[in-house]
């Protein structure tokens, strides 16, 4: 018998229909072995050595593996292609207690859960690659170093339940600082001048835009008033209008790239509104099942044997006019991308149906049309670009410009969806010819003004982080979730903004430990565990650079540093109804809440009245809901008090004024429009765990019980 080892169960049933009866396959259910939940676990004092521990789910599972082991004539590790898997090898034999030369010890990757590429991998296997494991143990403890030193000072400046991270911590930064841009944009107003003209007696009409006036040429700031504007109009106001010159050019549109990781999470965002971790969850099933390959890559390479069906699909499918004469290939953007690793793409070309699960079959429906489209011929567009004046002394010109597609390529099957939907649709212009007169419809001036820049949605988020060299393929899902799940920033409308405490921590962060949140150092430690992975360098050498100066930093700033320079304590015209002391407004865990300021000898306080969603409504004690603008104010059925809006650690909700004598409350939710993917009947609303985290669930709970972790977004059209 022989023994091959995985992290997923999912994986044993794919794989054993492949391997025949001499083979057993056993999941590791991830990683065996981590450092300790409870402490540092990093010995700092002698070359950064790690404490690893075995979990208590991981003891019964190795104890399985350690069985088979002992009868196995070869263990096959068979963990995932990247520094992830081969790290999980690696603990998986420290577990054991086996030695990574042993003889019956063979590591074996592939890069698609296939026959071939199984049978392939089992007759090609090779050792521990200890390079790839030292720069994931290299990440780990530097990530460990970070969040274990930092966030407890955070917890003692701030407030408890914050963490800090190397990628988390930078993507917070980006996020504030695009906030404030926002805020400190200051318009400038601007003046678009256009005319809507036709062929002479043609229903067709077209829009052309001042570019020239008085032979000097208008830009798009230059018009800056409304009676700029106003002289301008009153100059063509009957003006006739005649086609000066046009001219007529092809442009060529190349198609993108296969899939990367990150660029698989853009456009699974933009074109079906799946957030990072849910396209990571749903893209690990279609591995899983064998119908995609690895999801974790940054590299845009196809294999040969994948060329060669994607070439026979198209010419298949859609014709010789779409096949290119050789193959297309592609540049990788990062540096480090490990070459011998593929693009995600399906394993079978000639599967357009992959799963029953919608969200799987429409994310593999997406990586099919990409990979296809990336080996098609260009789109071919053609460009109409006529000049037109106006029959008045200072001679102004116009510019009608309209594109249409000659030969559609690629575009048959993809087209790359767009992050913003601001752009301008391509207008359709008539055939033109040099001196033709043009009948005048109307004429335009239309007051703008420039716009500040837009706040991150999860898509541009991680475009700007992996532009930046920030975070790897494995980084950006939960990276994503973490800045949300910790309360630094939320979602509104599919957009990242800060909330209070994430520019707080910010702030704290860029001023006193600059090192942590600066783009460029955070870019250079990934790129130096990179080369650890290459064997170019020691992963404590890594560690060693950063830790000394940031632990010196550490000592000092938790000296000086003192809460009130941070936290904004605001004062309420009131005092304690117990000492008599006044109210204060305090920052906590859940939001803001008034505490006593005799504290801790004093023990009041209560939820701060705040502001709900218009669209709030809330659930009476039948179980009915009832909009919130009539509950609130309401009188309470219990003693006649008055029912206010409250924040607790569950969210928004109602309760009695007369508070903590009367303990009447009622609970609040906010209907998202979406339905229960579920049950079909009820809608899908916020609600809170017991530790305050949010999560969405049906309406109709308890007789329907779905529930999720990701905000719930209606379904962008593809």
Same mark, same amino acid.
């Given at each position: 018998?022989?023994?091959?080892?995985?992290?997923?169960?999912?994986?044993?049933?794919?794989?054993?229909?492949?391997?025949?009866?001499?083979?057993?396959?056993?999941?590791?259910?991830?990683?065996?072995?981590?450092?300790?939940?409870s402490?540092?676990?990093?010995?700092?004092?002698? +070359?950064?050595? !790690?404490?690893?521990?075995?979990?208590?789910?991981?003891?019964?599972?190795?104890?399985?593996?350690?069985?088979?082991?002992?009868?196995?004539?070869?263990?096959?590790?068979?963990?995932?292609?990247?520094?992830?898997?081969?790290?999980?090898?690696?603990?998986?034999? /420290? &577990?054991?207690?086996?030695?990574?030369?042993?003889?019956?010890?063979?590591?074996?990757?592939?890069?698609?859960?296939?026959?071939?590429?199984?049978?392939?991998?089992?007759? +090609?296997?090779?050792?521990?690659?200890?390079?790839?494991?030292?720069?994931?143990?290299?990440r780990?403890?530097?990530?460990?170093?970070?969040?274990?030193? $930092?966030?407890?000072?955070?917890?003692?400046?701030?407030?408890?339940?914050?963490?800090?991270?190397?990628?988390?911590?930078?993507?917070?930064?980006?996020?504030?600082?695009?906030?404030?841009?926002?805020k400190?944009?200051?318009?400038?107003?601007?003046?678009?001048?256009?005319? $809507?003209?036709? %062929?002479?007696?043609?229903? $067709?009409?077209?829009?052309?835009t001042?570019?020239?006036?008085?032979?000097?040429?208008?830009?798009?700031?230059?018009?800056?008033?409304?009676?700029?504007?106003?002289?301008?109009?009153?100059?063509?106001?009957?003006?006739?209008?005649?086609?000066?010159?046009?001219?007529?050019s092809?442009?060529?549109?190349?198609?993108?790239?296969?899939?990367?990781?990150?660029?698989?999470?853009?456009?699974?965002?933009?074109?079906?509104?799946?957030?990072?971790?849910q396209?990571?969850?749903?893209?690990?099933?279609?591995?899983?099942?064998?119908?995609?390959?690895?999801?974790? #890559?940054?590299?845009?390479?196809?294999?040969?044997?994948?060329?060669?069906?994607?070439?026979?699909?198209?010419?298949?499918?859609?014709?010789?006019?779409?096949?290119?004469?050789?193959?297309?290939?592609?540049?990788?953007?990062?540096?480090?991308?490990?070459?011998?690793?593929?693009?995600?793409?399906?394993?079978?070309?000639?599967?357009?149906?992959?799963?029953?699960?919608?969200?799987?079959q429409?994310?593999?429906?997406?990586?099919?049309?990409?990979?296809?489209?990336?080996?098609?011929?260009?789109?071919?567009?053609?460009?109409? /670009?006529a000049?037109?004046?106006? +029959?008045?002394?200072?001679?102004?010109? *116009?510019? &009608?410009?309209?594109?249409s597609?000659?030969?559609?390529g *690629?575009?048959?099957?993809?087209?790359?969806? %767009?992050?913003?939907?601001? /752009?301008?649709?391509?207008?359709?212009?008539?055939?033109?010819?040099?001196?033709?007169?043009?009948?005048?419809?109307?004429?335009?001036?239309?007051?703008?003004?420039?716009?500040? !820049?837009?706040?991150?949605?999860?898509?541009?988020?991680?475009?700007?982080?992996?532009?930046?060299?920030?975070?790897?393929?494995?980084?950006?899902?939960? #990276?994503?979730?973490?800045?949300?799940d910790?309360?630094?920033?939320?979602?509104?409308?599919?957009?990242?903004?800060?909330?209070?405490?994430?520019?707080?921590? +910010?702030?704290?962060?860029?001023?006193?430990?600059p090192?942590?949140?600066?783009?460029?150092?955070?870019?250079?430690?990934?790129?130096?565990?990179?080369?650890?992975?290459?064997?170019?360098?020691?992963?404590?050498?890594?560690?060693?650079?950063?830790?000394?100066?940031?632990?010196?930093?550490?000592?000092?700033?938790g000296?000086?540093?003192?809460?009130?320079?941070?936290?904004?304590?605001?004062?309420?015209?009131?005092k304690?109804?117990?000492?008599?002391?006044?109210?204060?407004?305090?920052?906590?865990?859940?939001? %803001?809440?008034?505490?006593?300021?005799?504290? !801790?000898?004093?023990?009041?306080?209560?939820?701060?009245?705040?502001?709900?969603?218009?669209k709030?409504?809330?659930?009476?004690?039948?179980?009915?809901?009832?909009?919130?603008?009539?509950?609130?104010?309401?009188?309470?059925?219990?003693?006649?008090?008055?029912?206010?809006?409250?924040?607790?650690?569950?969210?928004?909700?109602?309760? @009695?004024?007369?508070?903590?004598?009367?303990?009447?409350?009622?609970?609040?939710?906010?209907?998202?429009?979406?339905?229960?993917?579920?049950?079909?009947e009820?809608?899908?609303?916020?609600?809170?765990?017991?530790?305050?985290?949010? *999560?969405?669930?049906?309406?109709?709970?308890?007789? @329907?019980?779905?529930? #999720?972790?990701?905000?719930?977004?209606?379904?962008?059209?593809?």
């Open positions: 018998m022989n023994l091959v080892i995985v992290e997923s169960p999912a994986k044993v049933k794919t794989i054993g229909k492949y391997l025949g009866k001499d083979y057993k396959i056993l999941a590791s259910f991830g990683h065996v072995r981590d450092l300790p939940v402490e540092l676990g990093v010995n700092t004092k002698l +070359n950064y050595e !790690p404490k690893y521990v075995i979990p208590p789910k991981s003891k019964k599972i190795i104890s399985e593996i350690k069985t088979s082991e002992a009868k196995a004539k070869e263990i096959y590790l068979a963990t995932d292609l990247d520094r992830e898997g081969e790290a999980i090898s690696w603990h998986i034999l /420290e &577990a054991l207690k086996i030695k990574g030369d042993d003889p019956k010890v063979k590591r074996i990757t592939f890069a698609e859960i296939t026959k071939s590429a199984i049978e392939k991998a089992i007759k +090609n296997p090779r050792k521990l690659d200890m390079n790839l494991v030292d720069s994931q143990q290299g780990r403890i530097l990530d460990r170093l970070v969040g274990y030193k $930092l966030s407890p000072l955070l917890w003692k400046k701030v407030k408890s339940g914050l963490s800090a991270g190397r990628v988390q911590s930078v993507a917070v930064r980006l996020v504030v600082e695009r906030e404030r841009e926002i400190n944009f200051k318009p400038e107003e601007f003046w678009v001048i256009a005319v $809507l003209l036709s %062929k002479k007696g043609d229903e $067709l009409k077209f829009k052309a001042l570019i020239e006036d008085g032979g000097k040429p208008v830009k798009k700031m230059d018009i800056k008033t409304k009676k700029e504007a106003d002289n301008i109009k009153k100059k063509l106001h009957e003006a006739n209008y005649q086609v000066l010159d046009v001219t007529e092809e442009s060529l549109r190349n198609p993108s790239a296969p899939f990367t990781t990150s660029t698989l999470q853009m456009e699974a965002s933009r074109k079906l509104g799946f957030s990072a971790k396209t990571m969850a749903v893209a690990q099933k279609l591995y899983e099942e064998g119908h995609i390959t690895y999801m974790r #890559t940054d590299s845009t390479n196809l294999s040969a044997d994948a060329l060669s069906a994607i070439r026979s699909t198209i010419l298949k499918e859609y014709g010789e006019k779409y096949l290119p004469e050789g193959v297309r290939a592609y540049q990788t953007k990062s540096k480090h991308a490990q070459e011998a690793h593929e693009a995600i793409r399906p394993t079978d070309f000639a599967k357009r149906e992959a799963s029953y699960d919608a969200r799987e429409r994310l593999y429906d997406l990586i099919w049309k990409r990979t296809v489209a990336s080996q098609m011929r260009e789109a071919v567009i053609k460009i109409i /670009e000049k037109i004046e106006a +029959n008045i002394s200072s001679k102004p010109v *116009f510019l &009608a410009r309209g594109e597609i000659k030969f559609d *690629f575009i048959k099957v993809y087209t790359e969806g %767009k992050d913003d939907e601001s /752009e301008e649709e391509a207008i359709t212009i008539p055939e033109l010819k040099k001196e033709e007169n043009l009948d005048f419809h109307e004429l335009l001036a239309d007051q703008k003004f420039t716009e500040p !820049p837009k706040r991150y949605t999860e898509a541009t988020l991680v475009k700007k982080l992996e532009s930046l060299g920030i975070g790897r393929p494995s980084t950006y899902a939960p #990276t994503m979730s973490t800045i949300v910790r309360g630094y920033a939320r979602l509104d409308e599919r957009r990242f903004k800060p909330e209070e405490i994430g520019e707080i921590v +910010n702030d704290l962060l860029v001023e006193h430990f090192e942590v949140v600066d783009y460029k150092f955070t870019a250079k430690m990934e790129d130096e565990l990179d080369d650890v992975a290459e064997g170019k360098i020691k992963w404590q050498l890594v560690i060693d650079e950063f830790y000394k100066p940031f632990e010196a930093e550490l000592e000092i700033k000296k000086e540093l003192e809460k009130q320079d941070f936290v904004k304590i605001e004062e309420l015209k009131e304690c109804p117990e000492c008599g002391k006044i109210l204060l407004i305090r920052p906590g865990r859940y939001g %803001k809440f008034v505490a006593c300021s005799g504290y !801790p000898e004093c023990k009041y306080s209560r939820p701060l009245e705040t502001k709900a969603d218009k709030s409504e809330v659930i009476t004690e039948n179980g009915e809901t009832e909009k919130l603008s009539e509950a609130e104010g309401e009188k309470c059925e219990k003693c006649g008090g008055k029912m206010l809006l409250k924040e607790g650690r569950f969210g928004k909700f109602l309760a @009695c004024e007369n508070y903590p004598k009367c303990k009447n409350t009622k609970t609040i939710i906010t209907p998202t429009g979406i339905k229960c993917p579920e049950c079909g009820g809608d899908v609303i916020e609600r809170r765990t017991k530790k305050g985290r949010r *999560f969405w669930g049906c309406s109709r709970y308890p007789s @329907c019980k779905y529930a #999720t972790w990701d905000e719930p977004v209606k379904e962008a059209k593809s």
